[in-house]
Nanobody, 124 residues
Framework: VQLQASGGGLVQAGGSRRLSCAAS????????MSWFRQAPGKEREFVAA????????FYADSVKGRFTISRDNAKNTVYLQMNSLKPEDTAVYYC??????????????????WGKGTLVTVSS
């Protein structure tokens, strides 16, 4: 599956932003979808994941209660709604897909496909 993330940009602290990730291919619904992010000078880290049907979601502690992951299998798209943004949320955000069980601990090495990142900058 090929992925293309979009929706990044500049937002003020406390604001909101929604990222989208469009997938190509007919088997989108077979994949667990995840979002990762990478801040300057830091390693890529897990943000959120959603199961095939969307019934299970998982979040990093740092975004729990502020971010919401969702998916629309009819549109082959996964979303990341980000609310109450903080300057420390500034990063390049990547969507990723893998076949398996959704969990709160997916690793970068476990992903089957990656989209190009989209930059989110949160100003204070």
């Amino acid at each position: 599956v090929q992925l293309q993330a979009s929706g990044g940009g500049l937002v003020q602290a406390g604001g909101s932003r929604r990222l989208s990730c469009a997938a190509s291919g007919r088997t989108f619904s077979n994949y667990v979808m995840s979002w990762f992010r990478q801040a300057p000078g830091k390693e890529r880290e897990f943000v959120a994941a959603i199961s095939w049907g969307g019934g299970s979601t998982f979040y990093a502690d740092s975004v729990k209660g502020r971010f919401t992951i969702s998916r629309d299998n009819a549109k082959n798209t996964v979303y990341l709604q980000m609310n109450s943004l903080k300057p420390e949320d500034t990063a390049v955000y990547y969507c990723a897909a893998y076949k398996g069980r959704a969990s709160a601990t997916p690793t970068t090495s476990g992903m089957d496909s990656w989209g190009k990142g989209t930059l989110v900058t949160v100003s204070s």
